[in-house]
């Protein structure tokens, strides 16, 4: 069909969550297995100023959404990247081929963003947010519910799952868009 016609090389995909559920820690992996980019927002937003200043209360980045967009579409045309962001819903759907939510237990994430070092009040938000599946719903409101996949981040043994899992859709994508 036509919505299946390739529109990039490769795919992009976007691997999202609250903060702590393994974004990065699985992004890496993919990454590194798929020969894709990494390309972890918080830090391209930082390198390229892609913000509007700094919400003391939480400690963290107010994003100029218009820019990020901008700034990620030349590389977002190329495919091949892994965008590793707890917003999903910033992105323009079609920048995204797959969308993967990471699920996290509130234990596991209690004590990750602990470790962290996140001051209570940033720590206690992100918790109320899993629990609440404030991600999972940002990303079915923003992406076709076809490409949108919820999966649990609590053991080790799920990240390689989640890698096992994505490098045998990435295989199949290219298969079903080999010209
Ligand atoms: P995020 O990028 O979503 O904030 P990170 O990838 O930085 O999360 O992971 C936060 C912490 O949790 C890291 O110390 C990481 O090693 C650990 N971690 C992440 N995912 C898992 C998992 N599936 N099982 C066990 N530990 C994990
Ligand atoms: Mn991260």
Known sequence: SLSSTPSRP???ILIT???GTGKTTLSQSLAEEL?????EVSAFVKQHSLHEGVDAEFDSLILDEDKLV????PLVAGGGQVVDFHSPEVFPERYFDLVLVLRSSTEALYDRLTERGYKE?????????EIMQVVLEEARESYAEEIVHE?????????????ERVKAWVGQWKADNKQ
Request: charged fraction near 30%.
């Open 17 to 19: 969550g609250t903060p």
């Open 70 to 73: 901008d700034a990620l579409e």
């Open 151 to 163: 999966v649990r981040s609590d053991t080790v043994e799920e990240m390689d799952a989640n890698v």
């Open 10 to 12: 490769l795919p992009n």
């Open 35 to 39: 020969s894709f980019t990494h390309l």
């Open 121 to 129: 009040n940033k720590r206690d938000e992100n918790v109320t947010a």
